[in-house]
């Protein structure tokens, strides 16, 4: 594709992104660096898991995103007695007309190009895997056969903070597949006056569809054709390498506080974020801003941290500003 188309499908891309968002504020209000980071998400063709406390409208922000991408979406309420059949689906026996007898597949809804996965880390570590599969090779086995998810396929999870009672942790390896954990905090009060009074009048907003399935595949296709400076990429892979205890070029707090840091996945997510995220913002190529913007998101779930850190005053958000200045300080000396 030449630089010139190239360009004019950004800036048609960029266009239906403002539109998008003036849809998303019709029923999410305030939240910017939410919405942006979500619609990022979807943009890079990956999964986020939004996290925050009951009541600060995830839910509500992921069932207007499906209404504004123009996808089929479902919604499964993750409670600790669900199964991992109520999400992938399961065989039945079925009698013919001619009284033969056979298996059936039955879908479940992850076959849905937008999945809600509500209070995710209320159902079993058990059931929870479930999704490994689906997440990372868009496809499910069932009785040893293949059945592939739509396309495009996304999972927006919700999750509540792992001290609230009746939750689980989630394993590292599905961690490891979200490429976004989005913090949802509390709004602000003028954010909070406009919620309440839109939602509790007699017109509680409508948002239209913007994209479909097929503007949506386009978009993540156009997304992986934007060009990354060397500089860039220079700066994602010491990051990620910075984080890793014990590697080559890891930080000293890396070796001081980390017990396992990011893999090669974390530096893959970091670049088409920055991508998406840059169109998101209107720009045509992305910058150290927007790796910046996105550091904590794609980093934060992929640390963990020693017991030793937090009696130190050391967490994944400090760790991750420390050693991204460091690397730029670095980088500006150079």
């Known amino acids: 594709m030449s630089s010139t188309t190239l360009s ?38 990956g999964h986020a898991v939004l996290v925050g406390v009951p009541g600060v409208g995830k839910t509500r922000l992921v069932e207007t995103m499906a209404t504004v991408m123009g996808v089929s979406n479902a919604r499964v309420q993750f409670t600790p007695d669900l199964m991992p059949t109520d999400i992938l689906g399961v065989e039945v026996l079925e009698d013919g007309a001619d009284g033969t007898r056979q298996f059936k597949f039955q879908q479940g809804p992850v076959f849905a190009s937008l999945l809600l996965a509500d ?25 040893g056969k293949n059945y592939e998810l739509p396309k495009p396929f996304v999972v927006l999870a919700t999750q509540n903070p792992i001290e609230q009672e009746g939750t689980y942790p989630l394993p590292e390896a599905q961690l490891d597949r979200f490429l976004l954990s989005i913090e949802v905090g509390y709004p602000d009060i003028d954010t909070e006056r406009a919620i309440i009074l839109e939602t509790t009048g007699a017109d509680n907003g409508q948002a239209s569809a913007v994209f479909d399935a097929d503007g949506l595949i386009a978009a993540q296709s156009l997304i992986r054709q934007i060009p990354l400076g060397e500089n860039i990429l220079s700066n994602i892979l010491d990051l990620v390498r910075a984080l890793r205890p014990n590697a080559d070029g890891a930080h000293d707090l890396t070796n001081e506080f980390v017990s396992w840091g990011p893999g090669p996945r974390a530096g893959q997510a970091l670049v088409l974020a920055a991508k998406a995220h840059a169109i ?32 130190q005053g050391m967490d994944v958000h400090a760790l991750i500003s420390s050693v991204l200045n460091d690397i730029e300080q670095r980088a500006r000396a150079a």
């Not at 998101?280 to 017991?307: C, F, N, Q, W």
């Open 8 to 45: 004019d499908q950004l800036t048609s891309l960029k266009d239906k992104l403002a539109q998008s968002k003036a849809q998303i504020n019709t029923r999410f209000f305030g939240q910017e660096r939410v919405v942006d980071q979500v619609l990022t998400t979807m943009l890079a063709g």
């Open 280 to 311: 998101v913002e209107g720009r045509v190529s992305p910058t150290m801003a927007d790796v910046h913007a996105l550091a904590h998101a794609v980093l934060g779930h992929r640390i963990s941290l020693k017991y030793t850190a937090a009696p």
């Open 119 to 143: 209070e995710i880390n209320r159902a079993s570590p058990r059931t929870q895997s479930a999704l490994l599969q689906a997440m990372q090779e868009r496809r499910v086995t069932i009785a």
